[in-house]
């Protein structure tokens, strides 16, 4: 992959939209406890790593695609989950990443045993310049966290979402 594809197809400088990823948060309440379902991205990049790395299922906006479709599809995808049914989406808004990127989230009521996720894969060269090219789960594992533990494991760039998501929610 060319440092451009890295970047969603921009090259340094280029002006164009941001662009846009749609994720669905799913979230469910034990007696006076609420949690929210995060997913840990696979690929030997992330191996090592906890607090600060987990991330609500997302990804990129398709062209004409509805931002809210693109969440169920991505939800769906990267988790092996059915998603609740429609309409009982509530919109969260949306977050600029640190990357430049704007992440549009919906939190969604349901459950889901992390045991069972099943990710879809990609691939990559693995290890870097050996011309083998390795799969991996785009998420190679996901859990249910309460407010503190959720803080703590998302990604700097989705943290405001999640606060946002508490303090509506909680």
Known sequence: MDRASARGGRLRGENRAPLISAGLLLYRRRGSRLEVLLIHPGGPYWTRKDDGAWSVPKG???AGEDELACARREFSEETGFEV???GTEHDLGTFRQPSGKRLHVWAIEGDGDPEALRSNLFEMEW???S???ERFPEADRGDWFDREQALLKITSGQ???LESFFAAFA
């Open 131 to 133: 011309g083998r090219v």
């Open 159 to 161: 943290r405001p979402m």
């Open 127 to 129: 290890p870097p310049k």
């Open 84 to 86: 609740p049914s429609s």
């Open 60 to 62: 990129l906006v398709d």
